[in-house]
């Protein structure tokens, strides 16, 4: 299985003969669970398949197109049976393949699933809310796709936890700032620091390094930088 | 249009043979998967020769499910099946002989074409 990028996850839709085809919502996969779980073995038949497909595989994979499948398709597709067997061959069997591939992470995680995870989805879909993604749960199980909610929950967590540490770090420069002083130089250092680390905060005024504080890292690893002389 | 042009359809005597659309896959797959059981069980293979099923494994597999092989026939010619049942054995197995080469040859073509493809960009990246 491999790991999709942002942008496949922001734009997944895929338009075969002018059908427009997305990747399962919750609301989908909910509605789905009985036909999936029935096509178990189905999706075993389609994993064990090689690049040398034979006349054996066709005909175990024509066995499995049954009531499940028109299912699966019309409600990834919402149309109705009748058009879905209104597809010629090619068109159909394009979008059942595209279908699966575009949800083969869950269907495959959806076969290996265990008792106990964690993870809830009522922990993901509060979080996405109060981070104000989505209106409602009934809006994050409808309009976003699984692979959506999941990354912007992901991307909510990171953000939270950066946040975290962030916090931890002003803290600890706020109580080296707070401590007392002996003297005014120590004052004036203390200071500085707590106005460097605040302005780092804002990226306009985080301080870039100089040509001369860059030399002086290379020579305190023991790298001398000498100037190059160029010819004119 | 186009799968007319590259698959079309053939002719035994009066009886028209067009390629699947999608929905009769849906029609015939139950059928496909009794005879598939029954090809199991009596050990039978689907060994092609010249890219063709020959003659002979086909008129094994009439033998074995031939219930279900009226089934599909019927399907696919659109006729009841009494009147497929009264066909002489040789214009029978024609038929079946023509329906499956007109078919999995074509179906294995898009399979390897939307299919594979697809699996090797997956394992490829």
């Known amino acids: ?232 | 249009m186009k799968d007319k042009e590259i698959f079309p359809e053939a002719k035994v005597g009066d009886i028209i043979i067009r390629p699947w659309k999608f929905g009769v896959l849906f029609k015939i797959s139950s059928f496909l998967e009794e005879i598939l059981d029954k090809m199991e069980a009596k050990n039978v293979n689907i060994e092609t020769v010249d890219g063709f099923v020959p003659y002979t494994t086909i008129a094994r597999i009439f033998t074995m499910a031939s219930d279900s092989i009226l089934k599909i026939i019927a399907i696919t010619i659109e006729k009841p099946e009494e009147e497929i049942a009264e066909l002489d054995m040789d214009e029978g197995l024609e038929i079946a002989t023509i329906i499956y080469n007109q078919n999995t040859e074509r179906i294995k073509k898009i399979i390897n074409e939307i299919f594979i493809e697809k699996v090797e960009d997956e394992k490829s990246e």
């Open chain 1, 1 to 232: 299985m491999r790991s999709l990028s942002d942008e496949e996850i922001l734009f997944p839709e895929i338009v075969i003969n002018n059908i427009t085809i997305l990747p399962w919502t919750f609301d989908k996969l909910f509605k789905l669970n009985t036909s999936l779980r029935k096509l178990s073995k189905c999706v075993e038949c389609i994993n064990s398949l090689t690049t040398n497909v034979k006349y054996i595989d066709v005909l175990k994979l024509l066995s499995f197109i049954n009531k499940d499948i028109s299912r699966v398709m019309c409600i990834t597709l919402n149309c109705s049976e009748k058009d879905v067997l209104e597809f010629d061959l090619y068109t159909g069997l394009k979008i059942l393949v595209t279908i699966y591939f575009q949800n083969i992470n869950i269907i495959n995680s959806k076969k290996s699933e265990k008792k106990g995870a964690t993870l809830s989805l009522g922990d993901v879909f509060s979080t996405l809310i109060s981070n104000n993604i989505g209106d409602s749960i009934e809006d994050l199980k409808s309009n976003y796709t699984i692979d959506q909610v999941y990354m912007f929950y992901e991307k909510c967590r990171k953000n939270e936890l950066s946040e975290q540490k962030r916090n931890a770090v002003t803290l600890a420069h706020a109580l080296v700032y707070a401590s007392p002083s002996h003297d005014r130089n120590s004052m004036r250092k203390k200071q500085n620091m707590w106005d460097k680390y605040i302005n780092s905060l804002e990226p306009r005024k985080a301080e870039k390094p100089s040509s001369k504080n860059i030399i002086n890292v290379f020579r305190m690893m023991g790298i001398p930088v000498v100037k190059k002389e160029v010819n004119k």
